[in-house]
């Protein structure tokens, strides 16, 4: 079986997906393959290459010359929306790999056209109509071979990493002279060239990929922290999406799905203790299949295998040091790394931290992501709804205040869990908004305030008694936008993430109890948040059947986290953060000492992504440019704007 490099599949898990807010979709590659429509093609033509290269008789060679290049250790090509890693038995990956190379560069993925594009770019006519693509970066996609085992010798097995890199100089005509690149950044830098430094980028889950983050974030990411001047490269953490092998435990995603409408009630809407049944039934159950399917690899996804990969990543780099944006469950992965390599630490930013020992213990993920969920829905949502006014947000009504807002949404939400709400919409057909996706929902809605004001209308139709927009957003969680020709057969790698969380915490004591202190966490959690509660909850439940599979974990970092490191890390954690909450930004910065600093950010959502403030993006920005940091240990940043206005 071949994974196609590209996002396809939707995330196809409604009641779950909390660390990161990376969500497959689609929409944006069907987007992306509508957008190249309007590119004028490229006239495809043979040109003379230079001897080195050895084009095999059937393959066709770009203007920009054939890739993979010689000795590129990911083995890099033009991201297209069609490509496929060669499978692990393969015995020749390396020609496969090769012999896909589309060279028709309309259509690879390229960054967006300079906005102040210089005359003198389009002055290389040799043989072609110029360079259209010149000024543009390009997305490149690759792989790497690593070793499944890294504390094994007779071991020979590997995973295929998928990695993506987003070259911000772009690529060079091979018959034209190696110009200066011509964005205002790029005076300096060549055309083709690979940056000086490399943002690496990780998008958290544990299971969210770094193909798509990089396919969507990587320019944004580039302009933020570098202003374009440096290369972003993720990938796919073992077992996850396009990575081999893929950690998917069912043979086909609407099994999940169908499943996934039982096992993934809300405390609230099901019958206790028997969902507890039901739901325990169902992981040991997706714990064997996962055996079956995948054997032992359970063994090898822990976050400290996962660092190892890091570590090669940046080897094959051929960087010093290691330059970084971690977010989510990628700060978990980032603490294990800088301190297993503290000498490789360069320019590392971790936001939205976790606090990674929490990992070793049994149900540890996912506790203290609890802390702030209902404030950010009290004072953030509500709060600001009530203070925007009408005309921003949909619930606000004259002389309410927060207090009668809140009051009007237990009513709500009292209302559903009594009887579920009928709906129909045309894409989907018949469907009900029910308690547990209503709280999946605004749960969803707190990771990124930019959904606020969509949301709030959302809940005041619902109010009025329509339910038509409620339903709408739960389609399109669930994935299936029937209106767009979209694959729907590629496997999604969502047991990943139970695989990560249970083998980072393999070694903890299992309670004495059983299941009745297992529904009792459940109580205890959702009683803590009601909003994230059931969903983390559910997070963790599975690890109570995973040592029975997989007894011994290769590998776990059980190490403190105060190594001296070659450089101090940026720590960014958000007041009102709703998974990763500024108590661990605190705890970290405590254990760390003089290894970090800490930009306490002042605002909503889960990290600083999606309500910014210029005082910790230019804080980002001089210590990824420049490697320098604040004085004191802790600063503090506040958001730009107002919820909805953003
Ligand atoms: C990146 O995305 C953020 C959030 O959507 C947006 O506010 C910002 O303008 C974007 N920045 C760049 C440089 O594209
Ligand atoms: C777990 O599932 C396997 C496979 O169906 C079954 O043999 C075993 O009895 C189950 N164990 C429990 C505790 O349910
Ligand atoms: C977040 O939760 C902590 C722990 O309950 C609390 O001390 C803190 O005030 C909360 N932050 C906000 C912004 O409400
Ligand atoms: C319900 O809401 C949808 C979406 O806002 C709207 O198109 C529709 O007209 C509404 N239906 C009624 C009966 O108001
Ligand atoms: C639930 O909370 C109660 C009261 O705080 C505590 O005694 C109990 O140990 C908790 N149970 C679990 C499983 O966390
Ligand atoms: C790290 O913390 C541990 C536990 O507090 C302590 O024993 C150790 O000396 C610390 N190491 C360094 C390098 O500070
Ligand atoms: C980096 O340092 C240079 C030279 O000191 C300075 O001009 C520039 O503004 C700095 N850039 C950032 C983003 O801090």
Request: proline share 7%; charged share 20%.
């Amino acid at each position: 079986m071949m994974e196609k490099l590209v996002p396809s599949h939707a995330s196809s898990h409604p009641p779950r997906r909390a660390w990161s807010s990376a969500r497959i979709a689609c929409t944006s590659a069907v987007a992306f393959a509508g957008l190249l429509l309007l590119v004028a093609r490229w006239p495809l033509q043979i040109v003379s290459l230079p001897s080195t290269i050895k084009p095999t008789a059937t393959q066709l060679v770009s203007p920009y010359g054939r890739f993979p290049l010689p000795n590129d250790p990911f083995q890099f090509v033009p991201c297209t929306t069609a490509y496929s890693l060669p499978p692990l038995d393969d015995s020749d990956a390396r020609r496969t790999w090769s012999a896909l190379f589309d060279p028709n560069p309309d259509h690879w993925r390229w960054g967006a056209a300079p906005s102040n594009p210089e005359p003198n770019l389009l002055r290389y006519d040799g043989d072609h109509d110029g360079d259209r693509y010149a000024g543009r970066g390009i997305h490149l996609c690759g792989y790497l071979d690593l070793p499944l085992d890294y504390l094994s010798n007779s071991d020979s097995r590997i995973v295929r990493l998928a990695v993506a890199k987003f070259q911000v100089s772009g690529l060079s005509l091979i018959d034209s002279p190696r110009l200066p690149h011509s964005t205002p950044h790029q005076q300096s830098i060549q055309a083709g060239a690979k940056s000086e430094r490399t943002i690496v980028v990780e998008p958290g889950g544990p299971g969210a990929s770094g193909i798509y983050h990089v396919w969507t974030a990587a320019e944004n990411i580039t302009e933020r922290f570098s202003q374009g001047q440096f290369d972003v490269l993720g990938w796919d953490p073992r077992g996850v999406e396009f990575s081999l092998p893929s950690a998917a435990c069912f043979p086909h995603n609407v099994d999940r799905d169908r499943w996934s409408l039982l096992t993934g009630l809300s405390r609230e809407d099901s019958k206790q203790p028997r969902q507890l049944d039901v739901v325990d039934a169902m992981n040991n159950a997706t714990f064997y299949a996962c055996q079956k399917r995948l054997g032992d690899f359970g063994r090898f996804v822990s976050t400290a295998s996962v660092a190892r990969d890091l570590e090669e990543i940046r080897k094959a780099l051929m960087e010093e040091d290691l330059t970084a944006y971690f977010i989510s469950y990628g700060t978990g992965i980032a603490q294990t790394y800088v301190n297993t390599f503290p000498d490789r630490v360069g320019r590392v930013i971790l936001d939205g931290c976790q606090y990674i020992k929490d990992q070793r213990q049994l149900a540890g993920f996912g506790m203290t992501s609890l802390d702030n969920v209902t404030d950010a829905w009290r004072d953030g949502f509500l709060g600001e709804c009530a203070k925007a006014g009408s005309e921003r947000c949909a619930l606000a009504r004259p002389l309410d205040t927060v207090g009668d807002l809140e009051t009007r949404m237990s009513k709500l939400f009292e209302s559903i869990l009594a009887r579920p709400a009928s709906a129909y919409t045309e894409a989907n057909g018949p469907s009900i908004i029910t308690y547990s996706s209503l709280l999946t929902t605004i749960y969803d809605s707190l990771y990124d305030p930019r959904d606020w004001p969509a949301t709030a209308l959302l809940l005041s139709e619902l109010e009025a008694g329509n339910s038509t927009l409620a339903a709408v957003a739960l389609a399109e969680r669930w994935g299936f936008d029937t209106s767009l020709l979209c694959s729907t057969d590629e496997l999604s790698s969502d047991e990943l993430f139970s695989l990560v969380v249970c083998a980072d915490s393999y070694d903890a004591p299992q309670p004495d109890g059983g299941l009745e202190w297992w529904g009792q966490l459940w109580a205890n959690m959702t009683s803590q948040s009601w909003i994230s509660g059931n969903s983390r909850f559910l997070d963790v439940f599975a690890c109570r059947h995973f040592t029975k599979y997989w007894p011994h974990v290769s590998e776990v970092y059980r190490g403190h986290l105060n190594h001296t490191l070659a450089n101090p890390v940026l720590l960014i954690s958000t007041t009102y953060d709703p998974a990763t909450p500024l108590r661990n930004g605190r705890r970290l910065l405590e254990e760390m000492g003089q290894n970090a600093k800490l930009v306490v950010h002042h605002g909503y959502g889960h990290t600083s992504r999606f309500h910014r403030s210029d005082c910790t993006d230019s804080i980002g920005r001089s210590f990824i440019l420049n490697g320098t940091l604040p004085a004191g240990r802790e600063t503090n940043c506040f958001a730009d704007k107002k919820p909805y206005q953003i």
